[in-house]
């Protein structure tokens, strides 16, 4: 499979897709932080673009409602439905997987954090053989 440039996983981040790429298979495409992220850029864009406008726009009373309503909108709504779909994953992982119930597992990331590796599947990285209970 194509590996993808960086310019076009960040800009995979910041459209935060409710599927993840095709090349997204052996990693978590989105996290909390990717999620966080394209979140502050998506709403400080509009906030640029909405200075930006102001001279034009800012006297009349619906400006600055519709702005408020564009950042919640296009830049954190997006985020919150992809943060959801991030944790139902999470919680298939925790109830589903023996790395979920492992305490080296870090559900903010979808990292085992002795291995350094992130948990994608059924299958835990380490073969179970570093699995400790929480
Ligand atoms: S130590 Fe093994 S079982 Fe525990 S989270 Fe890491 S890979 Fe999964």
């Known amino acids: 499979m194509r590996k993808p440039s960086s310019f076009e996983q960040i800009i995979d981040l910041f459209l935060l897709r409710t599927t993840p790429p095709d090349y997204a298979v052996d990693q978590p495409y989105y996290t909390t932080g990717n999620i966080v992220a394209a979140a502050i850029i998506r709403v400080a864009i ?26 919640w909108g296009l830049g954190a709504y997006p985020a919150w439905i992809q943060y959801n779909k991030y944790y139902d994953k999470v919680e298939e992982l925790h109830t589903g997987t ?37």
Do not use: K
């Not at 299958?123 to 929480?134: D, H, K, L, Y």
């Open 98 to 134: 023996l790395c979920g119930s492992c305490r080296h597992f870090n559900p903010t990331n979808q990292l085992c954090m002795i291995m350094d590796v992130h948990v994608t599947s059924e299958e835990p990285p380490c073969e179970g053989e570093a699995w400790e209970p929480r």
């Open 46 to 71: 509009i906030g640029v673009v909405a200075i930006l406008f102001n001279s034009s726009y800012g006297s009349s009373g619906w400006w600055w409602t519709a702005v408020m309503f564009a950042m």
